[in-house]
């Protein structure tokens, strides 16, 4: 599947999440104004008040989310290709899956998401275990 880089870099995150343990449906997509450009992953191509993805983690009475960066379009056009990217997801190849992932710029950010995420509480199984 094609992906852009927003979309691909939101569902590498969904996807490291389920390999963490955690179940799809705790898993969500939040459009938000980002307040803080720097503390997003694309932050180069991203600036304060620009309409951002965010993938959210709600599980075990925790929260976390991952600021991806700026949508550069409108909430409904990524809303439907967010959707058909999770459809996708849910079906594809695993070497689909890890070609996504060994282009993703999250792969590399992995374990400071799961030391913010141990700081919060979460706990969950090890990483492509």
Known sequence: MKLDEVT??????????????????????????????????????????DLGAHVV???QGLEYT??????????E???KTWLEAIDWLKTAPEKELLEVWAQSKVRTMIPS????????????KPFLS
């Open 57 to 59: 983690l709600k599980a």
């Open 8 to 49: 691909r870099e939101s569902l590498a995150l969904h996807w490291a999440y389920q390999k963490m343990g955690f179940r799809s449906e705790d898993i969500f997509m939040e459009l938000a104004l980002v307040y803080d450009a720097s503390r997003v992953l694309l932050h180069e191509k991203t600036k304060d008040g």
């Open 77 to 79: 056009d990524f809303e």
């Open 113 to 124: 998401v799961v030391w913010a995420m141990q700081q919060k509480g979460f706990r969950f």
């Open 66 to 75: 991952g600021g991806i960066g700026a949508i550069g379009r409108s909430g």
